[in-house]
């Protein structure tokens, strides 16, 4: 098993290109929020957003683990050994993944979209904290209901991408507190080691004098 030491050191080298990445992909997330379409229509509404939220994550995912080379950025010689630089590669590439989620759900019209069950036309609101939803061609008593819907479904898709959010710095702060606890116990070790050399080399002078 690779050491908690070891992960956080790891991240510590990789946040200078794990920030660039997650830029990346703030700018992707806008552009292709920016062309996104919603069918309205529930069984397309479902297919698309999936589309949207897991391929993306599982591209993060698989492209961070090919092009990622951990050999080049570690001066430790066990997390050489190819099970331990496994681990490294999944944990960086599950962290991308994971901003690609938060973004996803963090935006809410995805979600929305895809718990949108009925018939309408993906259009324009002023009333609504989006600027497209599917507006369903009926009275303005469903139109009010279907509003109310999809705050509702807005609302709890960015709870939802906060949670993501807090499970990766838990996950984070965690592994660090590990790494100060295993950090320290060989710390007072080494120190121990060399107050008994010292006083084992003052006996031995003591003994040579007399």
């Known amino acids: ?3 908690a030491k070891g992960l956080v050191e790891f ?3 990789q946040v200078g290109r794990f920030g660039i990445f997650s830029l990346i992909l703030v700018a992707l997330e806008q552009i292709m929020d920016y062309n996104f379409v919603c069918p309205c229509q529930r069984a397309y509404n479902i297919s698309m957003c999936v589309l949207y939220g897991a391929v993306p994550a599982l591209g993060c995912f698989l492209l961070t683990f090919s092009f990622i080379d951990l050999s080049l950025n570690t001066e430790d010689r066990q997390r050489r050994e190819i099970s331990k630089r496994f681990c490294n590669k999944v944990l960086y590439s599950s962290l991308t993944a994971s ?3 938060f ?3 963090f935006d809410g019209g995805y979600v929305a979209c895809a718990l949108s069950d009925w018939e309408g036309v993906y ?3 002023d009333k609504l904290g989006i600027v497209r939803w599917c507006k369903p061609t009926g009275n303005e008593t469903s139109v009010l209901e279907s509003q109310q819907i999809t705050l509702k ?3 709890r898709s960015q709870i939802l991408g906060f949670i993501i959010l807090v499970c990766v710095l838990i996950t984070l702060v965690c592994v660090h ?3 100060v606890t295993h950090t320290e116990e060989p710390s007072r070790m080494k ?3 060399r107050l008994g050399e010292r006083k084992l080399v003052c006996e031995v002078e003591e003994i040579t004098c007399l």
Do not use: D, G
């Open 153 to 155: 479904w807005i609302a």
């Open 103 to 105: 973004l996803f759900f």
């Open 191 to 193: 120190l121990h080691s």
């Open 123 to 125: 259009a324009q609101s």
């Open 1 to 3: 098993m690779i050491s």
């Open 177 to 179: 507190r590990c790494t």
């Open 99 to 101: 901003v690609w989620l």
């Open 11 to 13: 991240l510590r080298k």
